[in-house]
């Protein structure tokens, strides 16, 4: 479905379906292109509220260790700054450039992989919670 | 009709996001937790969404000189390494390992209503907008702003 997604905005908008660039377009620039972009992240959440009402359970926010409030506001910092600085995340970079074989995005999803694979070692194994 | 694809796109996309798992942060956490509990499963849901694009940019995007909706495809094509492609996927990686979540994920679980996950989307709307901020004043004094960047390497505390 998400392969679907994303080749769908590709064959009829001829747009990579990178989260991010959507989204932090869509938030801080005022260009004219912005309705396609709130659209897109408006399927997003209604998608979302559609799913919930389907099966809660798919959105547990349980973890061992547990997380701490501060930990979603340091860690959604990090993503939010990251993935402009990188021009990406998992769905851009991810899905969408690896799809094309492009360099730059196996290089930023080694990247952001390595370090997500460091932060879980350090939060499970080192520290034990945030 | 741009913005209606968009709109549908983005809610099958949500729903391909739930389905795989990926707004249960711990099946992330899992993924990425090589050295413990390793729960490979997310890589089978990045793998079917590669498989896709992959015949979509190797055998319809190349037969045809338009999108349906638009004029032309807006495709990246940049393919210098340069510090803030790696660096963004270390600060990215660092976050997504830290609270489980992605900008897609994040944004699908806003439906669900949880205090935690719109924290944690004002958060990255603020990191984005810190960054706007960084780049505008920081990054443009040495000259190495985002808008057609030479890809020099400069040295920033980070």
């Not at chain 2, 050295?35 to 694009?53: E, Y």
Request: with cysteine; aromatic share 12%; hydrophobic share 50%.
């Amino acid at each position: 479905m998400i392969g679907l997604a994303a080749a769908m905005m590709l064959v009829f908008n001829g747009r990579i379906a990178g989260i991010s660039g959507i989204f932090g377009s869509a938030i801080t620039n005022r260009s004219s292109d912005g309705p396609w972009r709130f659209a897109f992240v408006g399927g997003l959440v209604a998608g979302g509220v559609g799913m919930f009402l389907v099966d809660p359970s798919m959105f547990s926010l349980e973890m061992i260790p547990t997380r701490s409030t501060w930990a979603f506001v340091v860690a959604g910092l990090l993503v939010g700054f990251g993935t402009r600085l990188g021009n990406g995340c998992t769905s851009g970079h991810g899905v969408c450039g690896l799809s094309r074989f492009s360099v730059r995005s196996l290089v930023a999803t080694l990247s952001f992989m390595g370090a997500g694979i460091v932060a879980v070692y350090v939060f499970e194994h080192v520290i034990g919670g945030f | 009709m741009r913005v209606l694809i968009a709109f549908v796109s983005g809610a099958i996309f949500a729903g391909g996001l739930v389905v795989g798992g990926m707004t249960q942060p711990s099946k992330v956490v899992g993924f990425l937790d090589i050295f413990g509990q390793w729960d490979p499963s997310l890589a089978f849901v990045m793998g079917s969404a590669l498989l896709v694009n992959v015949l979509a940019y190797k055998f319809i995007v190349p037969s045809r000189p338009k999108p349906l909706v638009e004029e032309s495809f807006h495709i990246p094509t940049r393919s210098d390494l340069d510090w803030r492609l790696i660096s963004g996927g270390v600060f990215f990686g660092a976050g997504w390992g830290i609270a489980g979540f992605c900008p897609g994920p994040a944004l699908t679980a806003l439906g669900s209503g949880k205090t935690e996950v719109f924290i944690f989307v004002a958060s990255m709307a603020g990191g984005m907008y810190l960054y706007r901020f960084v780049d505008d004043f920081v990054f443009s004094e040495v000259g190495n702003s985002s808008e057609g960047a030479p890809p020099e390497r400069v040295k920033i505390d980070a």
